[in-house]
Nanobody
Framework: QVQLVESGGGLVQAGGSLRLSCAAS????????MGWFRQAPGKEREFVAV????????HYADSVKGRFTISRDNAKNTLYLQMNSLKPEDTAVYYC????????????????WGQGTQVTVSS
C-alpha cells in the first residue's frame, strides 16, 4: 500500500509558476513509476507527465512539454512537478499516482492515487 498526498496548488496568473509536491508513504517509493495527471471540470482525467522509478526517464504530454518538469527525490519519498508559463487551460485538479513497474501514460494502469490539489490559472 502507498499513500500519496499532493500539495502546492493554488491560484496564479497566466505566465506564472507553481511547484507541486507529492509526498509518499508506505511501501518503498523507489519501486514505483510515478505520474502526474489532471482533471478539469467536465473532462476526463488526463496524463501530464511520468517519471521512471530511478528518475532517469521522463515523458510529457504535448500540451505541457517545455513548460513542465517532473522530478523525484527517492531519499525524501517525494515527487515534484515544476510548472512554468502557466496558461488558463492548465486549470484543473492535479493528481499524483504510483505504479509498480514500468512507466505508463494510462490512468487505468496506476494503482495508487492522491486526493488531488487544485491549480487555477487566471487570464
Amino acid at each position: 500500500q502507498v499513500q500519496l498526498v499532493e500539495s502546492g496548488g493554488g491560484l496564479v496568473q497566466a505566465g506564472g509558476s507553481l511547484r507541486l509536491s507529492c509526498a509518499a508513504s508506505g511501501r518503498t517509493f523507489s519501486y514505483y513509476a510515478m505520474g502526474w495527471f489532471r482533471q478539469a471540470p467536465g473532462k476526463e482525467r488526463e496524463f501530464v507527465a511520468v517519471i521512471s522509478w530511478s528518475g532517469g526517464w521522463t515523458h510529457y504530454a504535448d500540451s505541457v512539454k517545455g513548460r513542465f518538469t517532473i522530478s523525484r527525490d527517492n531519499a525524501k519519498n517525494t515527487l515534484y512537478l515544476q510548472m512554468n508559463s502557466l496558461k488558463p487551460e492548465d486549470t484543473a485538479v492535479y493528481y499524483c499516482a504510483a505504479r509498480r513497474g514500468s512507466s505508463s501514460e494510462l490512468v487505468r494502469e496506476y494503482d495508487y492515487w492522491g486526493q488531488g490539489t487544485q491549480v487555477t490559472v487566471s487570464s
